[in-house]
Each structure stands twice: as C-alpha cells, then as structure tokens.
C-alpha cells in the first residue's frame, strides 16, 4: 500500500520539485520509503508502505525484465503469486507490485485485467513514450490529474493537486451530489480543475494529452463471463489472498456476520488472526460478541477503547480528501489499529452490497405491489409509512415518500431514496444546479424499471459503496498509515452471490452466507439484527463536534459561499443542531469544515 504521484513535464528539475511536493503531502500513505525518479520525460513518485516483502528489495519503481516499462502503484495485487507462476514471470522479488511491468510485457494493457485486488497504477512504455494510469474495477484505490500549463499531474490523493498553481475552485455539482446523496460521486472530483479516473478504467496519455480512457473489464465488475464459483469457496479464496501479507495482520471483528464470515474463513484456512474490536463510550458496544466470535473461531481477541478529542476533529477534515457525511469511524478505528502495531486490518465492508444485506433488500420483493398502491387513499399511507418505519426497513419520512404515488417503483430509484440526504428538488435550490442531471448518478439503461437483485447491487455499488465507504476507507485508514482490506469486495465473491440470487437456490441476504459455508455458528448470528461498528454521532454533536456545528451556523462560514443560506432557512435546516436526523445537520457542518481546512492548506 502506498501513495502514489507524477508529472509530465520537459523541465525535469520542475517536475521534480512537484512530485517531491506530493510524495510530502502524501507521506502517511507510505512513511516506510520514498523515491522520485525520472523516465524520459515523464517523473514518477512513490512513498511506500511495506506490506509485501518490506525489505527494501520491495522499494518502487518496478521495471520490467526487458527495461520498457516502469510503474509506480498503490494498493495490492493478492493474485501476484498464482500470476507468476501461471505466466512464468521473471519475479526478482516477493513484492506483488513487480508483477505489473513483467505481465504488461506479455500481455500489455491487457493484463490489467488479470489483476485480482485493489490497485491505482502509474506505467511508463519507454519505447512508444505513453503514460498509462489505471485503477481497479471496483475503485477501492483512488487516482486524480490535473492539466497545467506546463504539463500534467496527478497524485493518489485530491488535495495536494488542488494545492498547486494557486488552489482549486469547489465543483458545484460535485456539492449538489454530496448534498443529495452523502458524497461524491467515485468518478467525480470536487475540484474543477482535476479529473477523477472512474474505477474500471485506465487512461492513456501521450506526452501530456489525453489520448484514450478505456475500461478494463469491459461490462464492469458485475458483469460475469463464465461459470461464477460457489459462494462458499469464492469468499474463502478471497479470504485467503486478503490474510497473505509479510508484516502483522488484524481483523476488525464486530458481533455481526461480514467480519464473523472473515474470522470463519481464516480458520479453514488455518490462519491465525488477530482480531480486534473498538469500542467508543456512548455506542453500541460489539466487544462482548465479537469476543464470542474470536474465541469460537480460536482467535486472539483484543477490545481496544476509543474516543475523540479536539485535535482528532482537526487531523479528520485534515485526511478527509472529499466531503463525506460519514469516514469518522473508520478514522478512529484506523487509528487504533495504528496504535495498536498493526499496518494491515480486514475488513467485512462490502459484505452488505455483496449479498443484499440491507434492510431495505427485502423492499424488493414488494415492488410490484407497492405499484398498486399507486391507486391508494392518501389517509391509508401514513399508517403504513410508520409500519415499514417500526419494521426498520426505511425511516418513516422515506416511508411516506416510498408509498406516495410516483414513489420509488424499481430497484435503482429504491436504493436512491434510501440513501438520500437531502430530497434532490431541495438540493438543486440549494446549490443553483440542475436536477436530476447534475445530481443522481446515472443509471444504466437495462437498470430501468428493473426490480432485480442484480440491478439492486449494482445500485448500492454506485451510489453507497463505490461513491462513500470504499473513499472513506483509504482516505481514512492510509491517514493513519493503515492498509484496509475488504475481501467481500472482490469480483468472484459478488459474481458468486448473483448467481446464487439468480437461480433462486436460496434468499438473498446475510443468511446467505452461513448457508454457503454451511457454518451453523454463522446461520445462527444471520438470524440477529444487523451489526457492526459506529460511533454515537448524536452525542458526538452535542460534545466534541459541537464547535463544528457552531462554525457553520455562522453566516460568513465557507458552506454558505457555495449553498443558499436562506433556501436552508426557509427548509427549516438553520439553526445547525443536532436533531434526530443527524445526517440533515451534518451535511452542511462537515462540508464546511472541509472548505475550511482545504482553504486553509492554500
């Protein structure tokens, strides 16, 4: 796991000079080793986290045999071994990255699609001087550029681009997308000047021009070739190429099932884990199952306490490279993982989107009546509205707008309400945009009307996990110099599960996965509620967050420089306090403090 940064430039001692300026910015990516090298007129920077083979024999760039390609990368191939010896790759090293340049001789861009993990990947072909940028078919690692003058550059990280040639300009549709649905878009910056490379693609540069950006797996992630495995083996191969790492290795176990599938995979495996669990004073407190879980399972277990201080407030908006509403549980839990010895956690994030987890998953087999209630009595609604609320499927507002007439009828537009912040209609007054183009993600076109699982996940995989929880992820957990890693987010475990939904062999849900590693102990912690780790935002906002909502309640704060303080008057969100739906207040709370510490930076 590292950060990664580059430039194309003639002048190479001004190149230089900028890519060192990211390495630096970058630096908690990877504090282990940094390097800027030159190759012809491109510069390409590194700062290393040491997770495969840590000596410095693992240091970047990588180079191919032959000497025409060279390539910096961040993140971790976990198929590297099986591709050297499927391919016969003339590996020096342990360090999965060397095999990037050595496949790329034998299949070129290709081989991109031969790598089973996370990845954003800076490449060099010497011979025909391009550059090559790529980022994994989920986009669990980030990439960015931004076009200067004087050339091209890009880094892993957001802000230190918007940092050079005199700061950046906020995107008001990047707002309007935050304000809706909780964060930006993933193939989305919030800045105007710097392009986000969308997960699944790989851009070709030739000298500083933009030549092409292509998918790597053309029908994504979620499109499958073949016959998908068994739900059962894909998650513990998956598993087993997450727990290979050369340096300690923890999980992140709660009392719930994603972490508790991890915890059971490792021991078929009989893999040792070290499994810990952060608990902060004011939520739910996991330790005490999830103790149950490691001693089943014959793991060590460890509860680590956690709580956030005012410096903690100013180092989150400082990591966070995007507005997010949420990343401040995995900021704490990265940095006690951090404190705790440890460079590398796993994680069960993606376990919900992977198997349909979400409550409001099971919506999915009433669609078709909730259509009827089109033709409903308006008076017959509300008393339904607060069912489904009580039932814990959708909140009662959402409720109401789900069996309104003209409320959500398919999967995707289902999944949108559930996700949404603010009502978009409300959001396009508040930021000046349009609506819906500038503010829902697009949708693909067999998506429409569709009421199915697949189209479903898909969905959650756009709006909820590409767009939030797999940002938040690294931008958090590489702050405090974490490598996060999430085995339900790989492509067989999510192929795996679709078919086992398609062929109607068994629900879709979290009980899946106890029947699919036929684990009694799992198929019994699937019958429980929903689990997992979070911090007591509400409390936190009368507390140590309070002066972040009393920042932005002034009427001079950067938030209202970019949303209409008095559309937010006349909605009834001023005064910022905490209410019970926390999410509304926060919105416009954390979105200035992140102005205010990126303008500070400038």
């Known amino acids: 796991m590292c950060g990664i940064a580059g430039a194309i430039d003639v002048i190479a001692g001004r190149a230089a000079v900028r890519v060192t300026q990211l390495n630096d910015a970058q630096w908690h990516r990877g504090p282990d080793h940094s390097v800027v090298t030159r190759v012809g007129r491109f510069t390409l920077g590194n700062t290393r986290l040491a997770i495969q083979d840590p000596s410095p024999a693992g240091n970047q760039p990588f180079v191919s045999a032959d000497g025409r390609y060279r390539c910096v990368f961040n993140g971790e191939i976990y198929n590297h071994r099986r591709l050297v010896e499927r391919y016969s790759l003339p590996v020096r090293t342990s360090c999965d990255g060397e095999v990037i340049p050595q496949l790329w001789v034998k ?15 800076a490449l060099v072909d010497t011979l025909e001087e391009r550059l090559y940028l790529a980022r994994d078919p989920f986009g669990i690692k980030p990439l960015h550029w931004r076009i200067l003058p004087e050339g091209l550059i890009f880094a892993s990280e957001v802000r230190p681009l918007a940092r050079a040639a005199m700061g950046a300009h ?79 290795t923890a999980l992140l176990l709660s009392a719930g099932i994603d972490s508790a599938a991890i915890a059971a995979a490792s021991r078929r495996l009989g893999r040792d884990l070290d499994c810990l669990t952060v608990a902060t004073e004011g939520a739910a407190d996991e330790s005490r199952g999830a103790a149950l879980t490691a001693r089943h399972y014959g793991h060590s277990f460890r509860r680590i306490p956690a709580s956030l201080g005012d410096g903690d407030v100013v180092r989150f908006f400082d990591a966070m490279q995007r507005p997010s509403i949420d990343g401040l549980n995995t900021y704490v839990v990265s940095q006690a993982v951090h404190q705790a010895g440890f460079k590398v956690a796993l994680s069960g994030l993606g376990g919900d989107e992977a198997v349909g987890g979400y409550s409001h998953f099971r919506l999915l087999r009433y669609l078709s009546v909730l259509r009827a209630t089109d033709m409903m009595p308006f008076s017959m609604s509300r008393p339904l509205a607060r069912i489904l609320a009580r039932m814990g499927v959708v909140s009662e507002a959402k409720a109401g707008r789900l069996l309104s007439r003209g409320g959500p009828r398919d999967s995707w537009d289902l999944s949108l309400l559930q996700r949404e912040v603010l009502p978009g209609p409300l959001v396009a007054d508040l930021t000046g945009t349009g609506y819906p183009e500038a503010v829902v993600p697009a949708r693909q076109a067999s998506a429409r009307r569709s009421q199915s699982f697949s189209s479903m996940v898909a969905a959650e995989v756009a709006i909820y996990l590409q767009a939030m929880l797999l940002a938040d992820a690294d931008a958090f957990s590489m702050a405090s110099s974490v490598e996060l890693r999430v085995p339900f987010v790989d492509r067989h475990v999510v192929l795996a599960s679709l078919a086992l939904a398609a062929g109607g062999r068994t629900r879709p849900g979290k009980a899946a996965i106890g029947v699919a590693l036929d684990d009694p102990y799992l198929k019994e912690l699937a019958e429980g509620p929903k689990r997992g780790f979070s911090v007591p935002m509400q409390s936190w906002m009368t507390g140590p967050l309070a002066p972040v909502l009393k920042a932005a309640d002034d009427p001079d704060a950067p938030v209202w420089s970019v949303v209409d303080r008095a559309m937010a008057e006349r909605a009834g969100l001023i005064p910022l306090q905490a209410r019970d739906r926390w999410a509304e207040t926060w919105s416009f709370a954390a979105l200035n403090a992140w102005l205010d510490s990126v303008r500070a930076e400038r």
């Open 107 to 121: 299949l070129g861009v290709a081989s991109l699609a031969e790598l089973r993990g996370m990845f954003a990947i």
């Open 170 to 248: 906020i995107a008001p549709e990047a707002v309007a997308r935050y304000l809706h649905l909780g964060a930006v878009a993933q193939d989305r910056s919030p800045f105007l000047e710097i392009t986000a490379l969308p997960a699944n693609s790989v851009a070709v540069f030739t000298q500083d021009k933009l030549a092409s950006i292509r998918p790597i797996l053309p029908g994504g992630p979620l499109a499958g070739t073949g016959q998908p495995a068994d739900l059962g083996a894909a998650l513990v191969d998956s598993v087993g190429l997450h727990v290979d790492a050369d340096v300690p």
